[in-house]
Structures are given as structure tokens and as C-alpha cells.
């Protein structure tokens, strides 16, 4: 059986004023009709039934979603007591599932996907590779450009397999790298971006669990033994907290030695700013692209989304404009990464809150 675990407890602090507290970057119609979470889910439908789709998440999230996605069971909506970064939320996902031997596919719920074929070819054989071999799979993401904000995978020789998906031992992970760095990856061409997407059997990850991070592991027996003595909803709010707060890269990814990673031949973007939206919308003659009510008179290069106002601009250009009910942003289009401390600010005064929830 395939379990797919979709990971999304994220705040999209980037994507403020329209991500909030109850409604994240994941939950937003940002880049198509549909928002991130419902796109993530409907690239699934020939890889894991709606049955064996475990969302992970907190209380805050959980109504909205169970909006969203009304196919899904609603007690596979499982709400996180606090934050504990990816490896416990991995083990909390483990936890429900009925197998060893299942599969899980684990993957965030915020990316942008367009060839959805090419994603359930590669994640198919990834997953006819993890039901005979003791691995642990990751996709690693073809590098377009010598990025700063991804991790990245650095790969050796390919294995013998027998799937069209190119599989390949892994040498080490790196997390984000300056410039220089990144540079150099991308013309050695050993590097993959790291997706964020693993694939393995429950038992491969348990095994790993107990073998790395000892302490999450006695945390996820404990969560195991809840489930079946009925009592999980009373044992979860102890147990969670005292998880350690870890991602899966850094608790077992690069500490094991039989990882690999499986080459996507999919199209693939986390879709992490405002300034990464622009690719997907037509621009105008100026190279504006507005999604909402938008008039300009000498503007260029502007990235403008708005729910219901009339945007209208004079003379500017290099802007990202986005107007909701109750904020307004403006922000120089190179220092859309920085949106992020705009939430900080107005988390750090209670008078703000309200524009933040």
C-alpha cells in the first residue's frame, strides 16, 4: 500500500498580507484557480487513494483544509500539538500508517508542479525501487541556475535499475550555499536541488529512526502505543513537545549511507516570494502582471495582485504591489525575501496581531 504524506504546517510568511496565520502560502489560490494543497493533492490521484493521503498539520490549519479537501477522510487530517520541524512530523505520519512494508511518499504541500505525467512517472518507479531495496529516495531537481535558497544533493555514479527514472547513489547534502558556492555546483553538474520529496518503506525510515535519531524514535513507539490503546488525542499533547524540533535532512538524510536519489524529469518550483509568481501570469506590454483590477500609466516590471481595489500606479517600476481587505504591500522586487520580517515586526507588538491571524 502507498501512504503519501503531505507536510503542511508551513507559515508562508513571504507571501504576507495574503498568507495568514489560518490560511498559509499552501492553503492560497496564488498561482492557478486552485489553491497549492488542492493542486498537491490532485497530482496524486493515480499514486495513493484518498484513504491513504495523511495531511499533516496544526489546529489552525485543519478546518480550512478539511474544506479544501472534502475527499479526503477527515481523521486523516492530523493536527500537530506545536512545531517540531520534519522528522517528527515525518514520525507522526508513520505512526498512522497500518504496515511495514507500506510506502510512504512524502512530500510539502506548497510547490508548483505543471507536468503532473512526468511527476507519477517519476514517483512511480520511485516507489516500485523502494518496495525491493533498503534505500531511502529523495528526487533530486535538475539546477537551472546556481540558486541560494535551495539545498542541494551532490550525486555519484548511477545504479542499475529497472525503471526509465534515472537513480543515483548520494555523496552528501548541502544545505543553502553562497553564490560562489552554488556557482561551482552547477558547473561540476554532481548536483541536484534538493525537492523535498522522500520516498521509502515504514520500516526503512523506522529502522533509520532508531539507528540516528533514538530519541524521536522512543517519541514515535510512544505515539504507536496511543494509537492503539485509544487514547492518542490525550498522549499527543505530552508527547509532541518533548519530540526533538529537527528536519529529516539533518536527523537521518545526511547521516545515512544508503540514500539515493531518483533524477526528476518534471518541471518544479517552490514558488517561495512574491517575486517567483510572475512566471506564471502574462505580462503586459510593459511586463506588469497584475492578477486583480490593475491600471498603469509609465510603470514596468510590477508584480500586482488584488482582491477587490483597483490598483493603479504612475511612473514606478520593480514594485510587488499586493492589497487585501485590511494591508497593503510595497516592496522593491529584489528584496521580496525580506516580507518575512515585516510579519516579525508586526508579530512582536499584540496591537498587530489582527493582521496577522
Known amino acids: 500500500m502507498v501512504y503519501a504524506v503531505i507536510m503542511a504546517g508551513g507559515k508562508g510568511e513571504r507571501f504576507w498580507p495574503k498568507s ?5 502560502k499552501q492553503l492560497l489560490a496564488i498561482v492557478s484557480d486552485n489553491t497549492m494543497m488542492q493542486e498537491t493533492v490532485s497530482r496524486l490521484d493515480n499514486i495513493s487513494q484518498d484513504e491513504n493521503i495523511l495531511i499533516i498539520t496544526n489546529s489552525i490549519q485543519s478546518e480550512e483544509i478539511r474544506k479544501q479537501l472534502p475527499s479526503v477522510p477527515p481523521e486523516n487530517i492530523i493536527s500537530e500539538p506545536c512545531g517540531r520541524n520534519t522528522a517528527p512530523c515525518i514520525a507522526l505520519a508513520a505512526a498512522f500508517m497500518k504496515n511495514d512494508d507500506d510506502v510512504m511518499v512524502v512530500l510539502p504541500a506548497d510547490h508548483m508542479i505543471r507536468n503532473k505525467n512526468m511527476f507519477q512517472k517519476n514517483i512511480t518507479d520511485t516507489i516500485n525501487m523502494a518496495k525491493k531495496t533498503n534505500a531511502l529516495f529523495t528526487i533530486g531537481i535538475n539546477p537551472l541556475f546556481p540558486a541560494t535558497g535551495y539545498g542541494y544533493i551532490h550525486f555519484k555514479e548511477q545504479i542499475k535499475s529497472d525503471t526509465e527514472t534515472e537513480m543515483c547513489e548520494v555523496v552528501e547534502f548541502t544545505e543553502k ?8 555546483f552547477i558547473e561540476s553538474g554532481e548536483y541536484y536541488w534538493n525537492s523535498g520529496i522522500f520516498i521509502w518503506r515504514k520500516s526503512v525510515f523506522v529502522d533509520s529512526l532508531k539507528k540516528f535519531m533514538p530519541d524521536l524514535y522512543e517519541g514515535y513507539k510512544k505515539i504507536l502505543s496511543s494509537i492503539k490503546n485509544g487514547n492518542y488525542e490525550e498522549k499527543i499533547q505530552e508527547i509532541y513537545p518533548q519530540l526533538p524540533n529537527i528536519s529529516i535532512d539533518y536527523g537521518i538524510m ?3 549511507d544508503n540514500v539515493l536519489v531518483a533524477k526528476s524529469l518534471f518541471d518544479w518550483d517552490d514558488v517561495g516570494s512574491w517575486d517567483a509568481v510572475g512566471k506564471y501570469f502574462e505580462p503586459d506590454d510593459n511586463q506588469n502582471v497584475a492578477k486583480g483590477k490593475f491600471v498603469e500609466v509609465d510603470s514596468k516590471n510590477c508584480i500586482v495582485f488584488s482582491d477587490n481595489k483597483l490598483v493603479a500606479t504612475v511612473g514606478v517600476q520593480n514594485l510587488i504591489i499586493v492589497v487585501t481587505d485590511d ?7 529584489t528584496r521580496s525575501q525580506d516580507v518575512k520580517e515585516i510579519v516579525k515586526k508586526l508579530g512582536s507588538k499584540p496591537e498587530n496581531q489582527i493582521y496577522l491571524s
Open 177 to 184: 550555499p553562497d553564490l560562489k558556492k552554488a556557482k561551482e
Open 327 to 333: 494591508a497593503v504591500l510595497v516592496c522593491d522586487k
Open 254 to 256: 545526511e547521516k545515512a
Open 20 to 24: 495568514r496565520m489560518k490560511t498559509p
